[in-house]
């Protein structure tokens, strides 16, 4: 009997696990954004173990420091870290999304639905408690109209 490793590491079932955030070998291709550690690798790897949880863009914004999957206050979310406050990219109900924030003020970016759910795109609370970040026009101007997709982007698909 085999086993592929993608059956080995999967994840009980309704409970999301993030996977860890890999250091890349220092002679690793270099690409935009923190290339110290293969956040990309692991969208890919959320993305393919937790089917249908993520919306994700399918291009990444000029100022991307990096993105990762992780879970606020138990949902999974995807976390963009840009110039500025970033955003969070959530699917699911409006209600369940804001949860995820907490107690920090909720500023929703934008709104949709991929695949019959909806998603959620939601300013990044700031380091402060009861504050809000801002948005650059352009990093507004990317949000609201970039092409959101369930399925691994090429921007995640593992460099050759």
Not at 20 to 35: F, M
Not at 70 to 78: F, Q, R
Not at 107 to 132: M, N, Q
């Amino acid at each position: 009997m085999t086993t592929t490793p993608s059956t080995i590491a999967a994840p009980e079932p309704g409970v999301y696990t993030q996977p860890a955030l890999v250091e890349l070998p220092i002679d690793s291709p270099d690409r935009p954004g923190d290339d110290l550690i293969d956040w990309r690798g692991q969208v890919r790897e959320s993305m393919q173990r937790y089917p249908a949880t993520f919306a994700v863009p399918v291009e990444l914004p000029a100022d991307i420091s990096l993105a990762f999957t992780s879970a606020w206050w138990g949902h999974p979310v995807l976390d963009v870290m840009s110039d500025g406050s970033g955003v969070i990219v959530c699917r699911g109900e409006l209600p369940a999304c804001e949860a995820a924030l907490g107690d920090a003020p909720v500023v929703v970016v934008r709104s949709g639905e991929l695949d019959s759910t909806p998603f959620h795109i939601l300013l990044k609370p700031p380091a402060e408690p009861g504050t809000t970040g801002e948005l650059t026009p352009a990093q507004e101007q990317f949000w609201t109209t970039v092409a959101f997709t369930s399925a691994v982007p090429d921007w995640a698909v593992e460099a050759s």
